[in-house]
């Protein structure tokens, strides 16, 4: 009886320490949508990797992927869009995130492992999703 309990506890053990690494698939971070709370947004993509909730480094990221994709644009390259145009959108999306984020004391950073792609981030000002994406980093 007693090996019987060390083997269950070692595979429950074992099952949890591979499990917890959370792989969201890319059909649930696509049905993502702007306004969700943060509780919503975990009930479609799970927990989050990481969670920051510290302005300084939340707006340095921030300004971070505006220039990132300024010098994108400035070179005609794209990372993750069709065309300069979506660029050009995405570009006004951050914007209007940084504009929104430097009024607000009530910042998050969700930072999530998305299937086939790069780490993705989900930003929310005053408890509402303002923008998700690429994490762009070098």
């Known amino acids: 009886m007693k090996k019987v309990f060390v083997l269950g506890l070692s595979l429950v053990s074992l099952l949890l320490l591979c499990g917890c690494d959370n792989i969201v698939s890319q059909e649930k971070w696509n049905n993502l949508e702007l306004g969700m709370s943060p509780k919503q947004v975990e009930k479609v993509v799970g927990k989050p990797k990481k969670v920051i909730s510290d302005a300084d480094p939340i707006l340095e990221e921030i300004y971070e992927m ?14 993750g869009v069709d065309d300069s145009d979506s660029l050009e ?3 006004d999306d951050i914007s209007n995130l940084y504009t929104l984020a430097k009024r607000s004391e009530h910042l998050k950073e969700y930072i999530y492992n998305v299937k086939d792609a790069k780490e993705k981030q989900a930003f929310f000002v005053d408890g509402r999703l303002e923008y998700f994406n690429y994490l762009i980093k070098d």
């Open 89 to 91: 959108k995405k570009q």
């Open 66 to 79: 505006y220039s990132t994709g300024q010098d994108l644009l400035a070179t005609g390259k794209s990372l």
